[in-house]
């Protein structure tokens, strides 16, 4: 059963790449930036408040590893790069200082142009610059991950997975029963399986051995569910201690 929900999360991801071209204008943090200074609340604003709230019981499980057509390309186009494991503390530190910036950003535009005057999903621009820089950015996220291996992108630069990070922390400090991993050491084999399968580059062998899967930087997508093949490592839905 549970290879099979794991199956389904890849034709999820080849699904929303091959969409990408329609997700964009939908769904991109470019835009919403461009919505706010205009006035205009758009489907981004509305899909990031979702996925924030979303955090606080699924971590960053429906946003990055199931409905984030830009983690879904990463993760494509890199699976066949071997994954360079980050320095977390490094990563973290790049990534919260990309995430004040961009909070810094969207707070300018609210309170310098005022509360959005309305709610616009189908929103789009066709301005030649934010045409422009979506593409670059499409095209920078696509060669990191090629270069770097999977989800580079979603490692060292995304704000978006530090708000949803941020979620997740809420949700345990106030103990919301949440989605998260559970390990059985005894079960462990340490042949690392679960290493090689991590689209996030985690030490999920240590973690287990350890009875810690508790990493913020987990994307709760089951990979290493499914390749344990010692039942070693299980989804669970409890409050954390």
């Known amino acids: 059963m549970k290879k099979h929900k794991i199956r389904l999360r890849i034709y999820i991801l080849v699904a929303l790449v091959l969409t990408l071209p329609i997700l964009i204008n939908v769904y ?11 006035g205009i609340i758009t489907a981004s604003f509305l899909i990031f408040a979702a996925w924030f709230m979303l955090s606080l019981f699924m971590g960053r499980s429906v946003s990055c590893a199931y409905t984030c057509p830009y983690g879904a390309l990463q993760e494509i186009l890199g699976i066949h790069v071997s994954k360079k494991k980050p ?20 707070s300018f535009l609210i309170f310098n142009l005022g509360v959005a005057k309305n709610i616009d999903l189908f929103a789009s621009n066709d301005d030649l610059q934010l045409i422009i820089l979506i593409t670059i950015s499409i095209i920078t996220i696509s060669l990191l991950s090629i270069l770097f291996g999977s989800r580079a992108f979603c490692r060292y630069l995304c704000p978006q997975g530090v708000f949803l990070t941020i979620g997740s922390k809420i949700g345990r400090k106030i103990k919301i029963p ?15 399986l679960c290493d ?8 999920v062998n240590q973690m287990v051995t350890n009875s810690t899967l508790n990493d913020l930087n987990c994307i709760l997508c089951g990979e290493c569910i499914e390749k344990c093949p010692k039942d070693a490592i299980n ?7």
Do not use: H
Not at 28 to 38: C, E, F
Not at 87 to 106: D, H, M, P, T
Not at 181 to 191: A, E, G, H, I, Q
């Open 196 to 203: 090689k399968s991590c689209p996030m580059g985690l030490d």
């Open 178 to 192: 949440s989605l998260q991993l559970k390990s059985t050491p005894n079960n462990c084999s340490n042949c690392k």
């Open 28 to 38: 991109s943090p470019i835009l919403m930036v461009w919505g706010i200074r205009n």
């Open 235 to 241: 989804y669970s839905f409890t409050a954390k201690d």
């Open 87 to 106: 320095k977390s503390e490094k990563a973290n530190k790049i990534r919260y200082f990309i995430s004040v910036i961009f909070l810094l950003l969207v």
